[in-house]
Protein backbone atom coordinates (compact mmCIF):
# COMPACT_ATOMS: atom_id res chain seq x y z
CA UNK A 1 0.00 0.00 0.00
CA UNK A 2 2.57 2.91 -0.24
CA UNK A 3 1.46 3.72 -3.25
CA UNK A 4 -1.68 5.01 -1.30
CA UNK A 5 0.60 6.67 1.13
CA UNK A 6 2.74 8.42 -1.27
CA UNK A 7 -0.26 9.56 -2.90
CA UNK A 8 -1.93 11.12 0.39
CA UNK A 9 2.02 12.42 0.78
CA UNK A 10 0.98 14.47 -2.47
CA UNK A 11 -1.81 15.80 -1.36
CA UNK A 12 -0.86 16.95 1.89
CA UNK A 13 2.55 18.75 0.52
CA UNK A 14 0.23 20.18 -2.30
CA UNK A 15 -2.22 21.77 -0.12
CA UNK A 16 0.51 22.66 2.45
CA UNK A 17 2.40 24.18 -0.52
CA UNK A 18 -0.83 26.44 -1.45
CA UNK A 19 -1.80 27.23 2.05
CA UNK A 20 2.17 29.01 2.52
CA UNK A 21 1.55 30.44 -1.02
CA UNK A 22 -1.59 32.32 -0.01
CA UNK A 23 -0.62 33.19 3.52
CA UNK A 24 2.78 34.20 1.86
CA UNK A 25 0.78 36.67 -0.48
CA UNK A 26 -0.77 38.42 2.58
CA UNK A 27 2.87 40.15 3.54
CA UNK A 28 2.67 41.08 -0.15
CA UNK A 29 -0.49 43.01 0.55
CA UNK A 30 1.35 44.42 4.08
CA UNK A 31 4.11 45.31 1.79
CA UNK A 32 1.86 46.98 -1.31
CA UNK A 33 0.01 48.73 1.39
CA UNK A 34 2.95 50.25 3.10
CA UNK A 35 4.76 51.28 -0.29
CA UNK A 36 1.75 53.25 -1.26
CA UNK A 37 0.49 54.42 2.33
CA UNK A 38 1.98 57.87 2.13
CA UNK A 39 1.71 58.50 -1.42
CA UNK A 40 -2.31 57.97 -1.39
CA UNK A 41 -2.34 59.94 1.73
CA UNK A 42 -1.10 62.66 -0.09
CA UNK A 43 -3.34 62.18 -2.91
CA UNK A 44 -6.32 62.46 -0.85
CA UNK A 45 -5.21 65.78 0.77
CA UNK A 46 -4.26 67.36 -2.33
CA UNK A 47 -8.16 66.00 -3.97
CA UNK A 48 -9.62 68.12 -0.75
CA UNK A 49 -7.43 70.85 -1.56
CA UNK A 50 -9.02 71.07 -5.34
CA UNK A 51 -12.43 70.45 -3.90
CA UNK A 52 -12.83 72.94 -0.80
CA UNK A 53 -16.87 73.25 -1.10
CA UNK A 54 -18.29 70.84 -3.02
CA UNK A 55 -21.96 72.15 -2.66
CA UNK A 56 -20.93 75.56 -4.09
CA UNK A 57 -19.74 74.42 -7.83
CA UNK A 58 -22.39 74.05 -10.24
CA UNK A 59 -20.83 70.91 -11.97
CA UNK A 60 -21.79 68.22 -9.81
CA UNK A 61 -23.45 65.06 -11.38
CA UNK A 62 -26.89 63.69 -10.89
CA UNK A 63 -26.81 61.18 -8.28
CA UNK A 64 -29.41 58.12 -7.74
CA UNK A 65 -28.89 56.16 -4.33
CA UNK A 66 -30.19 52.43 -4.20
CA UNK A 67 -31.56 50.92 -1.22
CA UNK A 68 -32.24 47.22 -1.99
CA UNK A 69 -34.70 45.98 0.47
CA UNK A 70 -35.86 42.37 1.25
CA UNK A 71 -38.10 41.68 4.10
CA UNK A 72 -36.07 44.11 6.83
CA UNK A 73 -38.35 45.85 8.81
CA UNK A 74 -35.98 46.21 11.70
CA UNK A 75 -33.61 49.02 9.90
CA UNK A 76 -35.58 50.24 7.14
CA UNK A 77 -36.79 53.42 8.46
CA UNK A 78 -33.12 53.97 9.94
CA UNK A 79 -31.59 53.40 5.98
CA UNK A 80 -34.06 55.73 4.79
CA UNK A 81 -33.50 58.69 7.16
CA UNK A 82 -29.29 58.36 6.75
CA UNK A 83 -29.84 58.74 2.87
CA UNK A 84 -32.36 61.57 3.40
CA UNK A 85 -29.90 63.40 5.80
CA UNK A 86 -26.68 62.93 2.95
CA UNK A 87 -25.88 66.67 2.02
CA UNK A 88 -26.29 67.50 -2.14
CA UNK A 89 -27.75 70.01 -4.10
CA UNK A 90 -31.17 70.19 -4.07
CA UNK A 91 -32.54 68.51 -7.53
CA UNK A 92 -29.45 66.31 -8.32
CA UNK A 93 -30.17 63.63 -5.75
CA UNK A 94 -32.58 61.16 -6.19
CA UNK A 95 -32.88 58.14 -3.87
CA UNK A 96 -34.48 54.43 -5.16
CA UNK A 97 -35.81 52.12 -2.12
CA UNK A 98 -35.67 48.92 -4.35
CA UNK A 99 -38.42 46.54 -2.47
CA UNK A 100 -38.78 43.28 -2.79
CA UNK A 101 -40.39 42.59 0.75
CA UNK A 102 -43.27 40.45 1.53
CA UNK A 103 -43.76 41.23 4.78
CA UNK A 104 -45.38 44.75 6.99
CA UNK A 105 -42.14 45.74 5.68
CA UNK A 106 -43.77 47.38 2.48
CA UNK A 107 -46.03 49.62 5.08
CA UNK A 108 -42.80 50.72 7.08
CA UNK A 109 -41.34 52.17 3.74
CA UNK A 110 -44.69 53.39 2.04
CA UNK A 111 -44.72 55.20 5.53
CA UNK A 112 -41.37 56.68 5.75
CA UNK A 113 -40.98 57.54 1.55
CA UNK A 114 -44.19 59.75 1.96
CA UNK A 115 -42.95 61.22 5.62
CA UNK A 116 -40.00 62.50 2.86
CA UNK A 117 -41.31 63.14 0.21
CA UNK A 118 -43.30 65.67 2.17
CA UNK A 119 -40.42 67.43 3.75
CA UNK A 120 -38.76 67.56 -0.12
CA UNK A 121 -36.66 64.41 -0.77
CA UNK A 122 -36.65 63.20 -4.29
CA UNK A 123 -37.21 59.74 -2.87
CA UNK A 124 -39.20 56.43 -5.03
CA UNK A 125 -40.63 53.08 -3.80
CA UNK A 126 -39.67 50.44 -7.05
CA UNK A 127 -41.60 47.03 -6.71
CA UNK A 128 -41.46 44.19 -8.95
CA UNK A 129 -44.40 41.36 -9.55
CA UNK A 130 -41.06 39.04 -9.21
CA UNK A 131 -37.40 38.57 -7.57
CA UNK A 132 -35.65 37.49 -10.98
CA UNK A 133 -32.14 38.05 -10.21
CA UNK A 134 -32.66 39.15 -6.61
CA UNK A 135 -30.27 41.84 -5.15
CA UNK A 136 -28.79 42.46 -8.98
CA UNK A 137 -32.03 42.14 -10.62
CA UNK A 138 -33.73 44.90 -8.79
CA UNK A 139 -30.31 47.24 -9.05
CA UNK A 140 -30.83 46.53 -12.87
CA UNK A 141 -34.51 47.48 -12.63
CA UNK A 142 -33.86 50.18 -10.88
CA UNK A 143 -30.92 51.73 -12.93
CA UNK A 144 -33.28 51.45 -16.12
CA UNK A 145 -35.51 54.06 -14.07
CA UNK A 146 -32.96 55.92 -12.36
CA UNK A 147 -31.77 59.36 -14.24
CA UNK A 148 -28.02 59.82 -11.83
CA UNK A 149 -25.24 59.84 -13.58
CA UNK A 150 -23.81 58.20 -10.60
CA UNK A 151 -25.22 55.60 -8.84
CA UNK A 152 -24.61 55.17 -5.24
CA UNK A 153 -25.49 51.15 -3.15
CA UNK A 154 -26.37 50.90 0.19
CA UNK A 155 -27.58 47.45 2.12
CA UNK A 156 -30.78 48.18 4.03
CA UNK A 157 -28.31 47.22 7.62
CA UNK A 158 -26.11 50.09 6.35
CA UNK A 159 -25.87 53.72 7.91
CA UNK A 160 -24.30 56.48 5.41
CA UNK A 161 -22.97 59.41 7.00
CA UNK A 162 -24.08 62.78 5.79
CA UNK A 163 -21.37 63.79 3.83
CA UNK A 164 -20.53 60.28 2.08
CA UNK A 165 -21.02 62.05 -1.60
CA UNK A 166 -19.39 65.55 -0.82
CA UNK A 167 -16.36 63.10 -0.18
CA UNK A 168 -17.16 60.68 -3.10
CA UNK A 169 -18.21 63.07 -5.69
CA UNK A 170 -15.04 65.01 -6.01
CA UNK A 171 -13.44 61.17 -7.12
CA UNK A 172 -15.40 61.25 -10.26
CA UNK A 173 -14.78 64.82 -10.96
CA UNK A 174 -10.63 64.81 -10.17
CA UNK A 175 -10.48 61.64 -12.50
CA UNK A 176 -12.72 60.77 -15.51
CA UNK A 177 -11.67 57.09 -15.71
CA UNK A 178 -12.88 56.15 -12.36
CA UNK A 179 -15.45 53.82 -12.30
CA UNK A 180 -15.94 53.20 -8.82
CA UNK A 181 -15.38 54.34 -5.53
CA UNK A 182 -15.47 51.85 -2.40
CA UNK A 183 -15.49 53.33 1.37
CA UNK A 184 -15.02 51.45 4.40
CA UNK A 185 -17.27 49.35 6.24
CA UNK A 186 -17.62 50.57 9.76
CA UNK A 187 -19.62 48.57 12.97
CA UNK A 188 -22.84 49.28 14.65
CA UNK A 189 -22.21 46.40 16.78
CA UNK A 190 -18.52 45.55 16.98
CA UNK A 191 -18.52 44.90 20.70
CA UNK A 192 -21.92 42.32 21.64
CA UNK A 193 -19.60 38.95 21.78
CA UNK A 194 -16.68 37.15 20.81
CA UNK A 195 -17.77 36.37 17.14
CA UNK A 196 -18.89 40.13 16.41
CA UNK A 197 -15.07 41.37 16.83
CA UNK A 198 -13.72 38.73 15.21
CA UNK A 199 -15.82 39.55 12.40
CA UNK A 200 -14.69 43.31 13.17
CA UNK A 201 -11.21 42.67 13.25
CA UNK A 202 -11.36 40.44 9.83
CA UNK A 203 -13.65 42.82 7.95
CA UNK A 204 -10.77 45.94 9.06
CA UNK A 205 -7.83 43.84 7.37
CA UNK A 206 -9.82 43.24 4.18
CA UNK A 207 -10.48 47.24 4.19
CA UNK A 208 -7.57 48.88 5.23
CA UNK A 209 -4.82 46.30 3.97
CA UNK A 210 -6.36 44.38 0.96
CA UNK A 211 -8.88 46.95 -0.50
CA UNK A 212 -5.78 49.79 0.24
CA UNK A 213 -3.30 47.73 -1.07
CA UNK A 214 -5.49 47.11 -4.76
CA UNK A 215 -6.65 49.89 -5.49
CA UNK A 216 -3.33 51.83 -4.70
CA UNK A 217 -1.20 49.76 -6.32
CA UNK A 218 -3.42 49.52 -9.76
CA UNK A 219 -4.70 45.75 -8.93
CA UNK A 220 -8.37 44.93 -9.52
CA UNK A 221 -10.71 45.56 -6.65
CA UNK A 222 -14.21 44.65 -6.17
CA UNK A 223 -17.41 46.65 -4.41
CA UNK A 224 -18.24 45.34 -1.58
CA UNK A 225 -21.79 45.05 -2.15
CA UNK A 226 -22.28 48.19 -0.47
CA UNK A 227 -21.06 51.40 0.58
CA UNK A 228 -19.86 51.98 -2.71
CA UNK A 229 -20.88 54.81 -5.40
CA UNK A 230 -20.30 53.72 -9.36
CA UNK A 231 -20.13 55.99 -12.60
CA UNK A 232 -23.39 54.62 -14.26
CA UNK A 233 -20.99 54.33 -17.55
CA UNK A 234 -18.50 52.20 -16.22
CA UNK A 235 -21.76 50.06 -15.22
CA UNK A 236 -23.16 49.88 -18.76
CA UNK A 237 -19.25 49.22 -19.98
CA UNK A 238 -19.32 46.27 -17.55
CA UNK A 239 -22.10 44.77 -19.27
CA UNK A 240 -24.59 45.88 -16.00
CA UNK A 241 -25.55 43.15 -13.57
CA UNK A 242 -25.67 39.62 -13.82
CA UNK A 243 -27.11 37.42 -11.63
CA UNK A 244 -25.36 34.41 -12.71
CA UNK A 245 -23.01 34.17 -9.64
CA UNK A 246 -23.57 34.89 -5.50
CA UNK A 247 -21.42 37.88 -5.87
CA UNK A 248 -22.61 40.28 -8.36
CA UNK A 249 -20.31 42.79 -7.34
CA UNK A 250 -17.24 41.01 -7.90
CA UNK A 251 -18.55 40.08 -10.59
CA UNK A 252 -19.68 43.28 -12.24
CA UNK A 253 -16.44 45.12 -10.56
CA UNK A 254 -14.13 42.68 -12.47
CA UNK A 255 -15.83 43.37 -15.61
CA UNK A 256 -16.05 46.71 -15.26
CA UNK A 257 -12.26 47.05 -14.48
CA UNK A 258 -11.18 44.85 -17.48
CA UNK A 259 -13.27 47.09 -19.52
CA UNK A 260 -10.45 49.78 -18.43
CA UNK A 261 -12.20 51.90 -15.69
CA UNK A 262 -10.07 52.32 -12.55
CA UNK A 263 -11.32 52.23 -8.93
CA UNK A 264 -10.87 53.96 -5.58
CA UNK A 265 -10.56 53.33 -1.84
CA UNK A 266 -11.22 55.79 0.52
CA UNK A 267 -9.61 54.37 4.15
CA UNK A 268 -11.07 57.34 5.64
CA UNK A 269 -14.58 57.41 4.71
CA UNK A 270 -16.35 55.13 7.62
CA UNK A 271 -20.07 53.89 6.65
CA UNK A 272 -21.38 52.15 9.85
CA UNK A 273 -23.27 48.50 9.32
CA UNK A 274 -24.32 46.06 11.72
CA UNK A 275 -22.38 42.52 11.20
CA UNK A 276 -24.13 38.93 12.01
CA UNK A 277 -24.83 38.48 15.61
CA UNK A 278 -25.60 34.94 15.99
CA UNK A 279 -23.45 31.91 14.19
CA UNK A 280 -26.16 31.12 11.73
CA UNK A 281 -26.28 34.30 9.97
CA UNK A 282 -22.79 34.52 9.89
CA UNK A 283 -22.22 31.03 8.11
CA UNK A 284 -24.95 32.17 6.02
CA UNK A 285 -23.35 35.25 4.92
CA UNK A 286 -19.57 32.91 4.38
CA UNK A 287 -21.69 30.75 2.50
CA UNK A 288 -22.88 33.13 0.22
CA UNK A 289 -19.31 34.73 -0.25
CA UNK A 290 -17.25 31.98 -0.27
CA UNK A 291 -19.69 30.21 -3.26
CA UNK A 292 -20.06 33.42 -5.00
CA UNK A 293 -16.20 34.36 -5.17
CA UNK A 294 -15.59 30.55 -6.49
CA UNK A 295 -18.64 31.04 -9.21
CA UNK A 296 -16.98 34.70 -10.26
CA UNK A 297 -13.36 33.45 -10.45
CA UNK A 298 -14.57 30.12 -12.89
CA UNK A 299 -16.61 33.05 -15.10
CA UNK A 300 -14.15 35.79 -15.34
CA UNK A 301 -10.82 34.30 -14.53
CA UNK A 302 -10.23 32.66 -18.20
CA UNK A 303 -11.01 36.56 -19.46
CA UNK A 304 -8.43 37.75 -16.67
CA UNK A 305 -5.48 35.35 -17.88
CA UNK A 306 -6.33 36.10 -21.65
CA UNK A 307 -6.54 40.09 -20.64
CA UNK A 308 -3.60 42.36 -21.65
CA UNK A 309 -2.82 42.94 -18.56
CA UNK A 310 0.41 42.89 -16.10
CA UNK A 311 1.01 39.36 -15.04
CA UNK A 312 1.42 40.39 -11.41
CA UNK A 313 -1.75 41.87 -11.71
CA UNK A 314 -3.22 38.33 -13.38
CA UNK A 315 -1.69 36.68 -9.93
CA UNK A 316 -3.21 38.91 -7.53
CA UNK A 317 -6.49 38.45 -9.64
CA UNK A 318 -6.05 35.36 -8.90
CA UNK A 319 -5.57 35.21 -5.39
CA UNK A 320 -8.27 37.36 -4.80
CA UNK A 321 -10.91 35.61 -6.74
CA UNK A 322 -10.29 32.27 -4.92
CA UNK A 323 -8.75 32.61 -1.39
CA UNK A 324 -11.92 31.20 -0.21
CA UNK A 325 -9.97 27.92 -1.49
CA UNK A 326 -7.78 28.39 1.38
CA UNK A 327 -11.15 26.93 3.59
CA UNK A 328 -11.32 23.17 2.02
CA UNK A 329 -7.34 23.70 1.60
CA UNK A 330 -6.70 23.96 5.47
CA UNK A 331 -9.45 20.98 6.02
CA UNK A 332 -7.39 18.56 3.62
CA UNK A 333 -4.31 19.62 5.45
CA UNK A 334 -6.20 18.58 8.87
CA UNK A 335 -7.09 15.68 8.11
CA UNK A 336 -3.88 13.96 6.45
CA UNK A 337 -1.56 15.50 8.98
CA UNK A 338 -2.13 12.42 11.56
CA UNK A 339 -2.13 9.83 8.65
CA UNK A 340 1.22 11.47 7.22
CA UNK A 341 2.84 11.71 10.34
CA UNK A 342 2.27 7.85 11.04
CA UNK A 343 3.63 6.82 7.59
CA UNK A 344 6.45 8.87 8.22
CA UNK A 345 7.31 7.38 11.65
CA UNK A 346 6.68 4.16 10.33
CA UNK A 347 9.09 4.39 7.00
CA UNK A 348 11.84 5.62 9.76
CA UNK A 349 11.25 3.00 11.89
CA UNK A 350 11.84 0.05 9.15
Not at 45 to 55: G, M, V
Not at 265 to 277: G, N, S
Request: aromatic share 10%.
Amino acid sequence: MDWAANFLLVIYAASATLLMVYGLNCYVLIFLFHRKRKSAERQRRQLAECFPHPLLRSDLPVVTTQIPMFNEVNVARRVMLAASRMRYPAGKHEIQILDDSTDETRDTIDRTAEQLRQAGVDITVIRRSDRTGFKAGALNNGLNQARGELIAIFDADFVPPEDYLLRTVPCFLADAGIGLVQARWGHLNRYPSVLTRAQSIGIDGHFMIEQAARTWNHLYMNLNGTAGIWRRAAIEAGGGWHWDTLTEDMDLSYRVQLAGWGTEFLPDLVVPAEIPEDIRAFKGQQFRWAKGSIQTAKKLLPQILKAPIPVFQKIQAVFHMTHYLVHPLILVSGLLALPVLLWVDLSFSR
